[in-house]
């Protein structure tokens, strides 16, 4: 296998790295890899150093190693690293088992290797490679749902989901709803409102209207309606406007 013909795989393939002194052996891994889609074989390596070497400068998520190898063995190789990815023992010699499971290895693989039983130890590290993933996952933030305004001499708590739109008068700005007749008016300018709702749903399109972008019904000649109201969208809006709603005008 030449390294010049590596490609960048997705998070989901396992890149893996077989080592063994016996290049039958290293075949027979190889082609097992070669059969099982979520796995890749960047790297086949005849023993511990070359490994070594490889890995100081190429990550890998998984290594089918031997155990027994001249010169550093498969234990000895594994105990040598400071970042150990997942590692499938792949070995004749049944008695090193608990050596594998001080290390922490994901499974171990007896020689001759039986396919069905290559694949499971394959599952078992894609799974824990999922896992992890997850754990390290940032937790996304929590959608915003309302804000407070300061009306009426007191805050007020406004749903996101009952603003219609938002319209602007000199320092003031009104807040029309679709729970109530009329709107809820506020000393607050434009700027500042705009700015305490998301962007994913709410646009400015004109210098006094601010749209709640799931209430609008239609547009028709630069007026955005919604519900018996006609917003109309100004020139130096026009462009954003009709980017964010996907839409090219003619």
Known sequence: MSEENLVEIPG????????????LALD?????????????????????????????????????LDIQMP??????????LTTKPMVIFVTAYQQYALDGFN??????????????????????????HKSKQMLN???????????????????MKIMLEDILYIEGLKDYIKIHLRTQK????????????????????????????????????SIRSQKIKIGENHIPISESYSEHFYQIIGYQKQ
């Open 12 to 23: 989901s393939i396992l890149k893996c790295m077989a080592v063994d002194d016996e290049s």
């Open 28 to 64: 027979l891994v190889e082609d097992n890899i070669s059969k099982v889609p979520f796995l890749q074989l960047v790297k086949r390596c005849r023993n511990a150093m070359e490994a070594v070497e490889y890995l100081e400068n190429n990550p890998v998520d998984l290594l089918f």
């Open 71 to 80: 010169g550093m063995t498969g234990l000895q190789f594994l105990e040598s």
């Open 103 to 128: 290390l922490d290895v994901i499974d171990y693989v007896l020689k001759p290797i039986n396919f069905e039983r290559f694949l499971k130890a394959s599952h078992k590290a894609l799974d824990y």
């Open 137 to 155: 996952k940032p937790a996304e933030a929590p959608k915003l749902e309302f804000i407070f305004i300061h009306a009426d001499y007191s805050l």
């Open 182 to 217: 009329f709107p809820v008016v506020c000393r607050m300018t434009m700027k500042s409102i705009e700015e305490k709702l998301p962007s994913t749903e709410f646009i400015r399109v004109h210098k006094s209207f601010i749209v709640s972008l799931s209430k609008m019904e």
